[in-house]
């Protein structure tokens, strides 16, 4: 299995590399510190955009915060290309989840709500089966410093498995991937996702 992995893997991580060099970019591939944190990915914003939710909710009860907010979803660009071409997800795949203010009234917005200010909170879901149980793992960043594992047992987990129309990734707010996945047949069969 690690010899079959390792020849495989070179090639695929020469070519990778020598792409981001050329183009002046990090290589899209999860990045782990010696205690297993992951590290930022800090080009994500040049990264393939998939969609935005305004105050999305999984509870039917109303918000109680009283914040409204945009989640703004990216993925790393080989991961994309893999998953245009199959409906699948390949090892090393990082969908990034980033939050920001929403606003209402501003320079001549007079209705409607855009995006203002910094990033709220940057979450990372990322697949790597040899790592981590059942495939994927959450990362919770605060900040640009590498961010710990959320723990298993946290409801981020069950929701995805459970509701994620491909692979525990909720392609079924994503319009672009949603037709790929319907034309690809990879859609998680369930009346409800
Ligand atoms: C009750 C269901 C539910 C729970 C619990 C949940 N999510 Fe999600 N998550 C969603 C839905 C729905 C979307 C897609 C829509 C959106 O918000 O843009 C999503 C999208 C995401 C994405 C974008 C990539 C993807 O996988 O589609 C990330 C990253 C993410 N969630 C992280 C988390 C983390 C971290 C937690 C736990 C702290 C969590 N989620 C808990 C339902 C859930």
């Keep these: ?3 079959k992995v390792s020849w495989i893997a070179a090639p695929v ?3 990778c590399t020598m792409t981001g060099a050329i183009a002046g970019a990090a290589p899209a591939a999860p990045v782990y510190t010696a205690e297993g944190k992951l590290q930022l990915p800090s080009d994500y914003r040049e990264w393939i955009f998939l969609s935005s939710g305004l105050d999305m909710s999984y509870s039917k009860l109303p918000s109680m915060t009283g914040h409204s907010m945009f989640d703004n979803v990216f993925v790393d660009t080989e991961s994309y290309r893999v998953f245009v071409g199959t409906g699948r997800w390949p090892e090393g795949t990082m969908l ?3 939050t920001r203010a929403a606003t209402e009234k501003g320079s001549i917005n007079q209705h409607g709500r855009y995006q203002a200010g910094g990033v709220m909170g940057i979450e990372v879901h990322v697949k790597d089966s040899k790592r981590f149980d ?3 793992a959450f990362f919770g960043f605060d900040g640009k410093e590498p961010a710990s594992m959320r723990p298993t047992t946290e409801d981020c987990y069950s929701c995805h498995r459970e509701h994620g129309a491909v692979d525990t990734t909720f392609v079924q707010f994503y319009p ?3 037709e790929i996945a319907t ?3 990879t859609l998680k ?3 409800k996702h």
Excluded: I
């Design 134 to 136: 059942g495939g994927w």
């Design 183 to 185: 034309a690809k047949g």
């Design 189 to 191: 069969v369930t009346d």
């Design 1 to 3: 299995m690690s010899v």
């Design 96 to 98: 990034l989840m980033e």
């Design 13 to 15: 991580l020469l070519c």
């Design 176 to 178: 672009t991937l949603l």
